[in-house]
């Protein structure tokens, strides 16, 4: 039996291999992306899934910038993905997911944790798409992951550029070009089976794929994007596709807007962003579905700064004027440094009469930021991430209660510390990522913080992950 | 009375033959103007200047078509060769010689004049 499991997970290894030596593409990310425009996937990607200035402007304007002249093509911008990890933190066993253990979400080693197809590129004409659909490891599910189909088109406006399109996407946030807001913000992949802070604001991933929305944004002159966007629930009606496969557990009433402003400026290699994001939802108490809700007010400001290594230093306007045939260098360094500060009111106008929570209102701040450094050498990309992060609010001892290893004795949603991380991409298409959580407070208090025992840096994770993209 | 026909139809296509032609021009040119929207725009601008919505952003700079020392040399075939073999960070195009010629006659009527009239 033991032998068979081995076999089973050696095949999967060998086939993993096989797909990164097929000569699908010269490059990667979601190499149907690299595929349909002919260029490397790190112009779009420092070390993916982080984007570079231009990787941003490939998303504004569709997915659909292409090497081809024909509106659509054939076979479709199909793409692979597949990830497994090993966790070591207090609590875990041994297994080998899918194959052994029956409690997956205490497995050490996720083999996979996550395997994706992806649709990645033009659908028709200005019209294209980032569609993932994903097979859990951990949950044993698949369902449709991160979503996002857009309408993009440019023009002038006030003598400057404008790219204007609409989103069709299902959880907030993964429209955006920047690395600061939570979909797509560090840590860029973590433990599926390792304890977390029981505390998060909506915006911070509690709405992925429990809504879809629709949502109209201008990019001006490479300096000022903005949007709206509202979403509705994904559990019935429209926006239910959007949702396939995930159980609606937070169930938005009517119409939640969400909004962003950023404005970015370079200066030679440097890129600045400084932002401002939110939304506003209307949420039925769990296992409601009807009735009074609770509104959650979600406001947030983020800030970036990229330095571009790989970029050449001079101003673009001196060889605009030159007419042309210059050669640019390529650098070798990158930094990208992220911050976030979110906000959120929570107005329990169901759940305080109910008796779900001692107090009428609380509140929630978080804050993150991070810093990434790659250096591109002749033996691939290295580099590696140091984090900073912290969940305050308002003590609520009904809201957190205690409970052995995911509970608070002090009723504070209260967490912080540190996520550290290196990463080596040796070629285009993989990955390999070691990563270490350590936390200095969790769930209100550094030790016994469940009120059974259990100290914050009990939680402290290494997670070791090797991400193939085909 | 066959005469006059026959006059009359070779007048009528030696009227004709310049509109013709101006017509399998103009779609050449609207052809051109469609292809340049859809896979140049981006990056060279709207107006050809290589300050397209990508360009800032991009390793190396998009050339600018309305400087006119773009237009010296035998330019045809550099644009030709450009788009079929990609140039530095420039991909290659999956483009036919026609779609090229009918790129190149776009620029030519655009980009060119504005160069001309930049000079």
Request: glycine share 10%; proline share 5%; aromatic share 12%.
């Amino acid at each position: 039996m033991a032998g068979e499991k081995i076999r089973k997970v050696f095949f999967l290894l060998i086939f993993l291999v096989l797909l990164q030596l097929l000569p699908l593409n010269t490059a990667q990310a979601v190499p149907s992306f690299a595929r349909q425009t002919g260029m490397p996937c790190n112009e779009c990607h420092t070390v993916f899934p982080e984007l570079t200035p231009f990787g941003r402007i490939f998303k504004l304007g569709g997915y659909v910038l292409s090497k081809s002249s024909k509106p659509y093509e054939f076979p479709p911008p199909l793409a692979g993905m597949a990830q497994a990890s090993y966790t070591d933190s207090k609590g875990l066993t041994s297994g080998v997911a899918p194959f052994d253990s029956t409690n997956r979400t205490t497995d050490r080693i996720n083999l996979p944790q996550q395997l994706s197809l992806f649709y990645g590129g033009r659908i028709y004409d200005k019209i294209g798409a980032f569609v993932q659909g994903t097979y859990d490891g951990v949950s044993n599910k698949i369902f449709l992951d991160m979503t996002d189909i857009r309408y993009s088109n440019n023009t002038i406006l006030w003598d400057k550029n404008l790219i204007y399109g609409l989103t069709v996407n299902n959880s907030p946030t993964s429209q955006d070009v920047w690395n600061t807001t939570p979909a797509w913000g560090f840590p860029f992949a973590s433990s599926s089976v390792a304890s977390t802070p029981a505390a998060g604001a909506i915006i911070d991933g509690a709405l992925d794929q429990q809504v879809g929305g629709i949502g109209a944004y201008v990019y001006w002159n490479n300096l000022i994007y903005l949007e709206g966007t509202v979403y509705r629930t994904a559990r019935n009606g429209i926006t239910k596709p959007l949702g396939a496969g995930t159980t609606t557990d937070q169930v938005v009433d009517g119409a939640a807007p969400y909004w962003r402003l950023a404005l970015e400026q370079r200066w030679k290699n440097h890129f600045f962003t400084i932002g401002t994001y939110g939304m506003q939802a209307d949420i039925f108490p769990a296992g409601n579905r009807s009735g009074p809700t609770d509104r959650f007010t979600d406001i947030a400001f983020d800030a970036q700064y990229q330095y571009m290594g790989t970029i050449e230093a001079e101003h673009m306007q001196d060889h605009m004027q030159m007419g042309s045939e210059h050669m640019a260098e390529e650098g070798k360094h990158i930094i990208t440094a992220h911050a976030t500060w979110i906000h959120e009111n929570q107005d329990w106008k169901a759940s305080f009469p109910l008796g779900n929570t001692a107090n009428p209102s609380d509140f929630l701040n978080t804050f993150r930021m991070n810093m990434n450094y790659y250096y591109r050498s002749h033996l691939g990309d290295i580099g590696g991430s140091i984090g900073y992060f912290s969940t305050t609010g308002k003590t609520d001892p009904l809201l957190y209660s205690s409970s052995p290893v995911d509970g608070s004795r002090t009723g504070s949603p209260n967490s912080n510390g540190f996520i550290l991380e290196a990463d080596y991409r040796p070629w285009d298409k993989t990955k390999i990522s070691l990563q270490y959580t350590i936390y200095n407070k969790f769930n209100g208090a550094h030790s016994n913080y469940d009120g059974f025992g259990r100290n914050a840096s009990d939680n402290n994770t290494l997670y070791a992950l090797v991400w193939l993209m085909f | 009375m066959k005469r006059i026909l026959g006059c009359a139809m070779v007048v009528l296509f030696l009227g004709a033959a310049p509109l013709l032609a101006k017509s399998v021009e103009g779609n050449e040119y609207d052809k051109g103007k469609t292809l340049y929207k859809n896979n140049c725009q981006f990056c060279h601008g709207i107006r050809g200047d290589g300050k397209g919505p990508a360009a800032e952003p991009l390793l190396g700079h998009p050339v600018d078509f309305t400087n006119s020392k773009f237009w010296q040399d035998d330019v045809e075939k550099k644009i030709e060769d450009t788009i079929k073999k990609g140039k530095e960070m420039m991909p290659a195009f999956d483009l036919s010689p026609d779609e090229i010629k009918a790129i190149i006659s776009y620029m030519s009527h655009t980009f060119k004049k504005a160069a001309q009239n930049n000079n």
